[in-house]
């Protein structure tokens, strides 16, 4: 058989080890991706961003440092004591019509020069733009003095008003710190201020210097898409590399170890018994260091004790077929040496007799008898052996083997119970005793003996009547000491009359809810049809009981025999 075949039984694999391990490693690297690239970044732009605001601020000062103080206090002061004149019509529009008033400036030396000084310093440090302007506190407005740019359409000619400053921002800028902010029209800009004193004290004006931000920001980026690049690719190797370490550490191995079993149960399901056993696990040769070797392992010592567990169970079962055919020899010699012909002597018409044994093992300790000890005298035996199977079945044949043979020499049954209590006593080493119901009939005049040992009380059922205990003391069983007299009991039977025996199998049957049948359910099923043959009236008391016990399993032997005495009448209308 191919390979192909052998697996056909084998479940289909979903999803791979390696497939497992590859996606918690990519799901795993990617949150660690992500998380330090978002740290990354941020701690890179923070660090960036403080770079420039310490830078623009310090250029801001220093840009202050370079200027004549005398000049920017009076080129601010003149720009605002203008400002201050104007109507609020001329200061509408960013004061775009009061601009004629401030054009003297542009004549002005130290105004010129100090323009000049801040294109310098704008040029010389790649800077936006360099600008001063004097603030109107109640107003919060922002008033260009003097600018660096040399762009006529960008250029703040003196006065020019900036309102879109925020108080906030005006605060930000008279603190000496910096703001980084992103326009529409000039981009990415780091502004930053420094405040320009008066000789009391006061801060008249601001330095205000603009870095373009633009190339830092394509910087950054660019930095971004490095570092992603950078950890795409290591999460690629990384991945390769375990698959690959995964592959060659487990799943490899499992597979071997899975290939290995499947050819194991294979061998076990399609091999003789007597076939050579080969060994599945232990070349496998599975070094891996970790706890596949150690399954590796496990599985070899538990292929050899299965090995030897098998070997075991092979002799076990061979032996239990082996018994269990003696036991079905047992059963059926059991079964031969009980009366199981009927009716047993269809030439006598005085009575008419059935009996049956339901084991409740493969042999039982239940046994009945009947036999003719001359023309005139009938033997009956109902026995109980205590104990169940085979033990109890040897003692059985014993008992009824000993009971018939005193029985054929003569006597009362008191007498042969003696005879068989004693024999049955010595080397009695296994305590079983046997409860014995014995009775000689005379079946031409109905009168009889009977001896009880220890057995369960007939019932009796008189013509046209119905089924009674027939309740007596009774003996000690057979076997339980030596030495132990049978008292024995007349009886007598007329002509329509059904003597029934049984053993405690029938009162003693159990339901489900343990529950026992009794002897009143058993004379219930008597008396259901109380005129019915004694094979019929044994039907009925077994359905009875099979209705009771239901699904219980049945513990104990069930034995019954009836008599349905007819005397000479029966034989004269024969």
């Not at 092979?314 to 003696?326: D, L």
């Not at 109380?530 to 239901?550: C, H, Q, S, W, Y």
Request: proline share 4%; glycine share 6%; hydrophobic share 40%.
């Amino acid at each position: 058989m191919s390979g192909k075949n052998r697996r056909e039984g084998t479940p289909r694999m979903r999803r791979s080890i390696s497939g497992k391990t590859l996606f918690c490693i990519l799901i795993t690297a990617l949150v660690l991706s992500g998380t330090s690239i978002l740290i990354g970044y941020h701690v890179y732009a923070n660090t960036m961003d403080q770079h420039y605001i310490s830078n623009t601020v310090n250029l801001a000062r220093t840009a202050v440092a370079l200027l004549d103080a005398d000049t920017v206090e009076r080129c601010a002061s003149e720009v605002y004591r203008i400002y201050s004149t104007l109507t609020p019509e001329e200061k509408e529009n960013s004061g775009e019509a009061a601009l004629p008033k401030f054009s003297h400036l542009k004549t002005d030396e130290g105004w010129l020069f100090m323009r000049s000084q801040m294109q310098k310093i704008a040029r010389e440090n790649d800077l936006k733009s360099v600008m001063i302007v004097t603030l109107d506190r109640e107003a919060h407005t922002v008033i260009y003095v003097v600018d660096s740019d040399t762009n006529e359409e960008t250029y703040c000619p003196p006065g020019t008003l900036d309102d879109s400053m925020t108080d906030e921002e005006i605060e930000s800028f008279v603190r000496s710190t910096a703001v980084i902010s992103n326009t529409e029209e000039f981009g990415w800009l780091s502004s930053g201020a420094a405040p320009i004193y008066s000789p009391d004290g006061s801060i008249h004006s601001l330095m205000i210097i603009d870095i373009s931000m633009n190339d830092v920001m394509r910087d950054r980026y660019k930095f971004l898409l490095n570092y992603c690049g950078i950890l795409l690719v290591a999460i690629a190797v990384l991945s390769a590399v375990m698959t690959w370490y995964m592959r060659r550490s487990v799943v490899t191995p499992i597979n071997r170890l899975a290939r290995a079993a499947e050819e194991y149960s294979y061998d076990q399901g399609n091999s003789g018994t007597d076939a050579p056993r080969t060994s599945h696990f232990a070349d496998l040769n599975i070094h891996t260091g970790d706890e596949v070797e150690n399954l590796a392992s496990v599985m070899d010592g538990m292929e050899t004790r299965l090995a030897e567990y098998i070997d075991n169970l092979t002799r076990v079962t061979a032996e239990k077929e082996r018994i269990g055919a003696e036991l079905n020899i047992a059963t059926q010699i059991q079964a031969d040496m009980l009366p199981r012909i009927f009716p047993p002597f269809p030439d006598r018409k005085e009575f008419d007799i059935y009996a049956t044994m339901t084991p409740a093992k493969e042999v039982g300790g239940d046994f009945y008898d009947f036999f003719l000890l001359d023309e005139d005298h009938l033997g009956l035996v109902m026995a109980d052996v205590s104990g169940k199977g085979v033990p109890a079945a040897l003692f059985m044949v014993i008992a009824k083997t000993l009971i018939k043979n005193r029985a054929q020499m003569g006597g009362g049954p008191g007498e042969i119970l003696e005879y068989v209590n004693g024999q049955l006593c010595e080397g009695n080493d296994a305590e079983l005793f046997v409860t014995v119901w014995f009775a000689i009939l005379n079946v031409k005049t109905g009168r009889g003996l009977a001896a009880n040992a220890g057995h369960e009380h007939p019932a009796l059922r008189r013509a046209d009547g119905s089924f009674e205990l027939v309740v007596y003391r009774h003996a000690p069983a057979v076997a339980v000491m030596p030495g132990v007299r049978f008292r024995e009991h007349e009886f007598e039977l007329h002509p329509g009359d059904t003597l029934f025996v049984y053993t405690d199998g029938v009162t003693e049957a159990t339901s489900l809810n343990n529950e026992l049948f009794g002897t009143d359910r058993m004379l219930t099923a008597l008396n259901r049809d109380p005129d019915a043959e004694p094979a019929a009236l044994l039907k009925n008391v077994r359905t009875d009981i099979d209705a009771f016990v239901g699904d219980a399993p049945q513990f104990d032997d069930i034995t019954m025999m009836a008599l349905l005495f007819s005397g000479t009448e029966g034989k004269n209308d024969g």
